[in-house]
């Protein structure tokens, strides 16, 4: 029986009239990829910033290693790193002096932060340009020290929020082989993607959210099941279908 890490039980959240999540429930189990699927203002984001302590539920609790966000903040935060879309790196600064400063901010002591900086740069195919500025850097390479960055500490649940966005073929493959030799080695991970591909090759199981709700939850096989043949149904077939051909801009 697999253990569950994560357990979200009927999150609600809303903005002034606006309800972002309705009574949204689901289980991440240990060593599992989990995809958190949905088109723009599905929900996802607020359900992310609720699981990851930035955003109190209006109703509803999650648990992260058997610790409450409500009530344990602080020893969830401990359990969590967080590879957020938006790129938080200083450009001034080389790849290893931006680890080692995330890694300080985590409660690393300075040795044990340049030696983890050293030993994620080298998984991320960084080592060479550990004392290249950001600034220099392709917008693949700034992703895979985005990454590199979240895994400071070695959480136990790694959140990645569309981790691929903009880059090359060859640095999204480098990404899919680290995300899943962090699998092998027992990280849990919570994943968040537009690319149906991505979805498919890497999760373990999937929730496709609209409309703030979790409308299907299955692995990616049994969702294209119930839409036709796996063989030759994609997940965005599923996904069409489920949440619509309308624009969501």
Do not use: W
């Not at 910033?49 to 009530?71: A, F, N």
């Not at 080389?94 to 400063?101: C, G, P, Q």
């Not at 999760?203 to 299955?218: E, L």
């Amino acid at each position: 029986m697999a253990e569950a890490f994560l357990v979200a039980q009927g999150l609600h959240k809303s903005f002034n009239e606006h309800k972002a999540v309705n009574g949204v429930s689901f289980t991440i189990y240990k060593g599992e990829i989990f995809g958190l699927l949905g088109p723009n203002g599905a929900g996802k984001t607020t359900t992310i910033r609720m699981l990851s302590t930035v955003l109190k539920p209006d109703r509803g609790d999650v648990t992260v290693g058997e610790y409450s966000i409500r009530h344990d903040a602080d020893a969830v935060r401990s359990l969590i790193g967080v590879c957020p879309q938006e790129l938080a790196l200083y450009e001034d600064l080389s790849a290893l002096d931006n680890m080692v400063f995330f890694g300080r901010m985590v409660g690393l002591d300075g040795k044990e932060a340049q030696a983890q900086a050293m030993a994620h740069l080298e998984l991320m195919g960084l080592t060479e340009r550990a004392k290249g500025k950001i600034a220099k850097f392709s917008g693949g390479m700034k992703r895979r020290v985005n990454l590199a960055i979240a895994l400071m500490g070695y959480p136990e649940l790694l959140f990645l929020d569309e981790p691929t966005v903009g880059i090359d073929p060859q640095s999204r493959n480098n990404i899919y082989e680290t995300i899943e030799g962090l699998r092998d080695k027992g990280m849990t991970i919570l994943y968040t993607t537009h690319y149906m591909e991505e979805a498919d090759r890497l999760c373990d199981r999937v929730a496709i959210m609209d409309g703030g709700r979790i409308i299907a939850m299955d692995t990616p096989y049994q969702l294209k099941g119930q839409a036709g043949s796996p063989e030759q149904v994609t997940l965005e077939d599923v996904f069409l279908k489920l949440t619509g051909r309308s624009l969501r801009d």
